[in-house]
């Protein structure tokens, strides 16, 4: 193969290289090029797919949540978060790539940054150290999986809440209060509270919807002890998570978690901190007055509004954009919530 260059007299600066094949002259810029068009064509014919349903052969399935499918494996659980996506209480028809993957990722970061308020249901987010028949099913398990400890539940969510906003802003908008908690008059949609709450919620009877109940009706559910030390560190690791995202430039305004009991104790269990299970909002953009830019799925509320959706099954799926606007959105998030950048 012979080489030849030729240089443009009119500016050195910009030198075009070709050379020669058996085919011909060939200008090497617009090679480049149309290998970088080449390169955007591979990733448009393979792009990162998303994980709706695992399928783990003999493993009994014990159950599929809007995002997380349970399994049995010994006497231990097995957490897979899929990339499926939930809106006003449906699954929607189309995932997020790598959704399962940041959430669980961020769980895990939560789990160790708060192991010292409280225990947790982790046993190993390490698929080498699985068992053995789990090993098969690596590419459904790698990234987005947790073995956990078996735990009697709390029929509870314990809601800690900084900020007004949700159905919180709804409430108080009606009655001044908060979870029967009365609030100071004046707020506004978005305003921080005088102090964090805890405002618990339970399931309807078709297991649909969160009801926010009164901390007296959680005593007569758990336990006037329990229900004292679920506030507790419910509010404890409130104090501590929204310590570390302001830290990181965010504010988190509310959250939920899950608890259950182990012979050794109460845990925290189940996902933790994630946009899913939070509202996190841009600390510099922070505006009393109105709804605040969050880092969660509000592309997809969005989307699902302005197509006049009757929230009625079927849901609908998604279109490319808003699936790759909200897949941006739960990349940054992890990236700003722990400092690392992740690879799907």
Known sequence: ?????????????????????????????????????????????????????THLGAIPLLGRGKVRDLYAVDDALLLVA???????????????????????????????????IVPNHLITAEVGEYPAELKAFADQLEGRSMLVKKAEMFPVECVARGYLAGSGWKEYCAFGTVCGIPLPEGLEDGSRL???????????KD???????????????????????????????YEKAAGHAESRGLILADT????GRTAQGIILADEV???????????????????????????????LESIRWNKQAPAPSLPPEVVEQTQ?????AYRRLTGHSIEL
């Open 1 to 53: 193969m012979r080489v030849k260059y030729r240089s443009a007299q009119s500016n050195r600066a910009l030198r075009r290289e070709y050379f020669s094949d058996r085919s011909g002259l060939i200008d090497k810029a617009r090679l480049r090029l149309d290998n970088r068009r080449f390169s955007l064509f591979i990733k448009e014919r393979n792009p990162l797919s998303a994980l709706l349903n």
């Open 328 to 332: 941006q959105k739960y990349v940054e």
């Open 273 to 303: 901190l994630t946009p899913d299970s939070s509202r996190f909002w841009e600390g510099a953009g922070w505006k009393p007055g109105g709804p605040q830019p969050s880092f969660d799925k509000q592309y997809v509320r969005d989307y």
């Open 82 to 116: 899929t990339d499926r996506i939930s809106a006003f209480d449906y699954v929607l028809g189309t995932g997020i790539p790598g959704k399962g993957k940041i959430l669980t990722q961020i769980s895990l970061f939560w789990f160790g940054l708060l192991a010292d």
């Open 207 to 237: 297991g649909m919807h969160d009801l926010n109940i009164s901390f007296e009706e959680t005593a007569a559910i758990t336990g006037s002890a329990d229900a004292a030390e679920l506030r507790r560190l419910t509010l404890a690791i």
């Open 256 to 259: 939920k978690f899950e608890f």
């Open 194 to 204: 005088p102090e964090s709450l805890f405002t618990p919620a339970t399931k309807s």
